[in-house]
Each structure stands twice: as structure tokens, then as C-alpha cells.
């Protein structure tokens, strides 16, 4: 079956691809090529009640991880139109601190919440002062809305306490935990993450900065 417009709707949206199904198919190969060259062979199929979970596909190269994000599901044609929905500020940063931090037994899934590249070093100077080494660790997007984990450690020989203010980057919130209070470098508690919250990617909001 060739998967033509009125069988398969497929949408780019920065990285991350959304398919839509106007009608039940049988397994399909497709190719994606993503924007270095790689290409990516995906099996898909359309079907009722089909799981809509996003799927993430991650690429290991030079050291460093590009990640390719993919929505695969089956709607009726009433829902062909149907905006990409979004949850609230608050549901999405407590989504973010779960999936670090809470058991998977309690973690659940959302269809609104997907992972995205950050497309940025190991570290990044999130505070150009020198007093903490800052590693982003992953981000999430609802909507147009972007929220990256950032690893930070007090790279200071005193205690730290972390002021919002002072972050590089046009943020919309940031959110320490477990602690805005750290230790000196090389002590229990000289480290945390923050919760970093922008209407761009996260690599654009940090340019921002400089």
C-alpha cells in the first residue's frame, strides 16, 4: 500500500515528526532522513485505539546524542484538524522533576509531553561568574513550550546559594531541585538541577544570553 496524503499525514515541526493517520493501514516501511545525512528506517502501522505515546529515537555520534522524536498513531478524519494541545506550566514542570526523580512505578505517560534535542555542549555557561559547572541533561516540549533539566555543580571552595537572576538565557522559569543552596566543591550536597522553562528551544533561549 502506498501510504499516499489521504492515508498518511506526516508534519515536521523542528525536529520532531508527527504522523497522522486519516485510515487504518497495514505495517509500512518509511524513511526518514534527518538533517545530517543519517538515515532512518521506520515501521509504522495505523489501527483503532492505537497507542499514542511519543517514540524517541536516539543517535549516538561523536560523543555527543542527537535525538529524533516521532508521534505515531491512528485518528479518525473528525480529528484530522485537531490543534496540537498543551498542558499548563505547573503540569509540566512537576512532569520533568518526576521523570528524574520518581520511581517508574509512579511515572505516567503523556501524550502532550514529548522529548526534544537540546543540541548543545556537555556544559553550557549558564552563569558566566565561573561558580558552577552546568550540564544539561534533557528536555521536554509541550506545545511551544520547552523545559530542559540542567545539571549544576558548585565549582566554588565555599557554600553557593543560587539566585534565578543571575542564569544566562531568556527563561520563563527556572526551578531548583532538590536545593538552590549547595556546598562547597567536592562535598554531598554541592549539587542539583535546575528546571529551566522557555518558549524556545533550549540552546536558542541560553543564546539569548550573550
Not at 498518511?8 to 485510515?23: E, H, I, M, P, S
Not at 503523556?110 to 548543545?120: A, E, F, G, L, Q
Request: aromatic content about 6%; hydrophobic content about 40%.
Amino acid at each position: 500500500t502506498v501510504l499516499t496524503d489521504d492515508i498518511l499525514r506526516v508534519q515536521n515541526n523542528n525536529g520532531t515528526l508527527y504522523f497522522l493517520a486519516k485510515k487504518p493501514f497495514a505495517l509500512q516501511r518509511v524513511v526518514a532522513k534527518l538533517r545530517q545525512g543519517t538515515m532512518i528506517l521506520l515501521d509504522i502501522t495505523a489501527e483503532p485505539n492505537a497507542d499514542i505515546t511519543p517514540l524517541e529515537i536516539v543517535l549516538s555520534k561523536n560523543d555527543q546524542k542527537e535525538s529524533l522524536s516521532a508521534s505515531v498513531t491512528a485518528v479518525s478524519d473528525q480529528m484530522e484538524n485537531t490543534p496540537i494541545q498543551r498542558v499548563n506550566y505547573v503540569e509540566l514542570n512537576r512532569y520533568a522533576v518526576q521523570r528524574l526523580f520518581a520511581p517508574k512505578r509512579l511515572l505516567k505517560e503523556s501524550h502532550h509531553i514529548y522529548r526534544v534535542p537540546m543540541r548543545t555542549k556537555k556544559t553550557v555557561p549558564l552563569m558566566l561568574d565561573g561558580s558552577i559547572v552546568a550540564m544539561p541533561l534533557v528536555s521536554w516540549r509541550s506545545g511551544d513550550i520547552t523545559i530542559t533539566a540542567v545539571m549544576i555543580r558548585n565549582h566554588l571552595q565555599q557554600p553557593l546559594i543560587l539566585d534565578p537572576r543571575r542564569l544566562c538565557g531568556d527563561w520563563l522559569s527556572a526551578t531548583f531541585y532538590p536545593r538552590n543552596q549547595l556546598t562547597p566543591e567536592g562535598t554531598a550536597t554541592d549539587s542539583t538541577t535546575v528546571f529551566l522553562m522557555a518558549k524556545q528551544p533550549f540552546h536558542q533561549a541560553l543564546q539569548l544570553c550573550f
